[in-house]
């Protein structure tokens, strides 16, 4: 982290889980361990959880976010939700092209360009996912795919947008599996999304971009992590479904 010059943010997505109870349930547990923080505390929840996570987390530190957003304003688009529904119910920040749902879902460089721009003329924050797959980094594209992926994602956003931006560097291959990047592969991987907004943008500007890692981070690795020059804080899947866990990495990033 370089706190002087970029905001750090220990984001959690939760994915598919927790009831609305659930919810309300977990962010009372998580919000005193996490009130003393000394950086951007985050919960990404399914659509559904919102309204809960909303009301549970008033007055806290705790800010919510949503998984997802659609890039059109209104219309015809059975089961999807639009910037004005997520920042009506609260929503302050949004995952953006998760490797889940490039896999899964068929989101492209094209939408998660699209989805980046709807949030960010919103006035939403955008986390961006990027990351390489396991074949990718073996085949020696590591590089080139993150700055790709990267370039793409921040396609006609302007340079004053670039304080509502927040790449996640997420190996696919560390995603859920146990299996965490070194915390020099993380530095790298996130060195290399820097270099790519400074290739866009200038080298001033893009050393004020929050770049977080992701993928399997945890109570026990978070602190190396974060120690990091270019690692921001994380995205944080499971480990943000326990609260003792999580606020064990808040507190790393809080350092
Ligand atoms: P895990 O922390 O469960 O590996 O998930 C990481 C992730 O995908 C966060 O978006």
């Known amino acids: 982290m370089k706190k002087e010059l970029r905001k750090a943010v220990i984001a959690g997505n939760w994915k598919m889980n927790n009831t609305p109870a659930q919810t309300t ?57 639009s910037t004005d529904m997520l920042k009506e119910a609260g929503v302050e920040y949004v995952v953006i092209g998760h490797s889940e749902r490039r896999t ?18 919103a006035g939403l924050k955008a986390i961006i996912c990027v990351g390489e797959t396991l ?35 997420e190996p696919v291959w560390a995603i859920g599996t146990g299996v965490t990047a070194t915390a020099d592969q993380a530095d790298e991987g996130n060195g290399f999304v820097r270099e790519a907004i400074a290739e866009a943008y200038g080298a001033e500007l893009a050393e004020t971009v929050t770049v977080q890692y992701g993928g399997s981070m945890n109570a026990k690795n978070a602190d190396e992590l974060v120690a990091k020059v270019n690692v921001d804080g994380g995205l944080i899947g499971g480990a943000s479904l326990k609260a003792q866990d999580f606020s064990v990495i808040v507190k790393a990033a809080s350092k």
């Open 25 to 81: 349930a977990l962010i009372n547990e998580m919000k005193p361990l996490v009130a003393d923080a000394d950086c951007e505390v985050v919960l990404c929840v399914p659509y559904i959880d919102i309204p809960a996570a909303v009301e549970a987390a008033k007055g806290s530190n705790i800010k919510i976010g949503a998984e997802n957003v659609h890039f059109k304003a209104s219309g015809a688009y059975t089961g999807e939700v």
């Open 104 to 121: 899964y879902f068929g989101e492209t460089d094209q939408t998660v360009n699209l989805r980046s721009l709807a949030a960010l003329n």
């Open 135 to 169: 074949e990718q980094r073996e085949l020696g594209y590591t590089e080139t795919l993150l700055k790709f992926q990267t370039k793409m994602a921040l396609t006609n956003v302007k340079p004053e947008q670039l304080k509502n931006v927040i790449i996640a560097y």
